[in-house]
């Protein structure tokens, strides 16, 4: 799966050219609807095409154009990696694709930038979270959101005790027993500087994981939790240097938990957690009202967000407005629908503030103060 850092958010968002083309669309990874994945994107692909020779674009340019998204649909092993959403960018000079363990709405926009809004829950690791699930043979790290979690594939990570020590018989540095819990009671059996031994193997095992862990998580703001047996969680946090580790971890070997386990006690630790930022930004927002330092009128945000402005932005779930908007003058136009050649502010206000510093959050149309769909703190 590919990983979407935030470098790589900043990258997409600063991009403009003539032609960019953003593709959003929900995935499945097994059962009779997993059968249609490569047909949806086919027919995305399609559409884009349509989109961008009614924008001016010829056909055998407009072919050419999409033929890397075009060669994802016959790409067995691809679709074999799918999570839960699948979106795509397509420039002259850029083509990225991200499998990503969150739902998305189909959705297909020619302009000339990317249309990032899908993407805004992951932005600032909003509901976006890691489990590393340690154990002597193997190590592992997922993503996970709200309503799923994945496994990633990441590079230089050690498989195991063994590889990390580069010994040949782990065993003879390490012993277990099981205790009354059975695989969430396992503990280090021996005394004195045997254990000792022990630990300072786990401590190098577990630096070997950090350091292969430390150019992935690079610049990311999202949660890390441990999944393991208890007695190692002290040990890791000694060798961890990512400042976003959970104080609470997941007791118990991961390979006596599902999937479904592992998401369901990593969202009963991060769920509250999640909830307290959305909460303490929501009360910013009630507190300010009538101060000056708010609006929720798009004809301000847009250009407030263009210059720095903003400091939170919430924008309701589903919401879009058409338009224009210049950079020069800051004026606005505004359409009733989607058009050739315009964009969605809310999408734009969103990846100025974004780029600025500022951060935003998608909630649910009913949390906004009266009837709003779009409200910003205003930094001044």
């Not at 020590?165 to 969430?184: A, M, N, T, V, Y």
């Not at 903003?310 to 407005?321: E, N, P, R």
Request: proline fraction near 4%; hydrophobic fraction near 40%.
């Amino acid at each position: 799966m590919n990983a979407l850092s935030k470098e790589e958010l900043k990258t997409l968002m600063q991009k403009r050219n003539d032609w960019c083309v953003s593709m959003f669309m929900p995935t499945y990874r097994t059962g009779v609807e997993s059968q249609q994945n490569s047909i949806r994107l086919r027919n995305m692909i399609r559409q884009a095409e349509e989109a961008l020779t009614s924008s001016g674009m010829r056909a055998h340019e407009a072919k050419e154009f999409l033929e890397p998204a075009m060669e994802l649909v016959s790409n067995i092993l691809f679709w074999r990696n799918q999570s839960d959403g699948l979106a795509i960018f397509l420039s002259r000079d850029i083509f990225r694709y991200f499998c990503l363990p969150d739902h998305l709405e189909e959705l297909l926009v020619t302009a000339d930038r990317f249309h990032m809004k899908p993407l805004l829950p992951l932005m600032h690791g909003d509901e976006r979270f890691y489990v590393l699930a340690l154990s002597q043979n193997e190590v592992n790290l997922f993503e996970g959101t709200s309503q799923s979690i994945s496994e990633l594939s990441v590079d230089n990570l050690p498989k195991g005790l063994a590889d990390a020590l580069q010994l040949d018989q782990p065993e003879r540095q390490i012993r277990f027993r099981s205790g009354i819990g059975g695989e969430r009671g396992t503990m280090m059996s021996g005394h004195g500087a045997e254990i000792e031994d022990v630990k300072q193997n786990l401590l190098r095992y577990f630096q070997r994981i950090d350091k292969g862990l430390r150019d992935f998580l690079k610049e990311r703001d999202i949660p890390l939790i441990l999944a393991g047996v208890e007695y190692q969680f002290p040990i890791y946090r000694e060798a961890n240097s990512y400042p976003l580790l959970m104080e609470e971890g997941i007791a118990g070997h991961p390979k006596g938990m599902s999937l479904d386990q592992l998401h369901r006690d990593a969202w009963s630790i991060l769920g509250p957690y999640f909830q307290k930022a959305e909460d303490e930004a929501l009360s910013q927002l009630n507190q300010s009202v009538g101060t000056g330092l708010t609006s929720d009128n798009l004809l301000e945000i847009v250009p407030a967000a263009h210059h720095g402005k903003i400091g939170v932005l919430f924008i309701a779930q589903g919401y879009q407005c058409w338009g224009n908007y210049n950079e020069e003058d800051d004026t606005i136009v505004l359409d009733e629908s989607k058009k050739p050649g315009n964009e969605d502010l809310a999408d734009y206000a969103a990846i100025e503030t974004f780029l600025n510093g500022g951060k935003v959050f998608v909630v649910a149309p009913e949390i906004l103060p009266g009837g709003a769909q779009m409200a910003a703190v205003f930094r001044y």
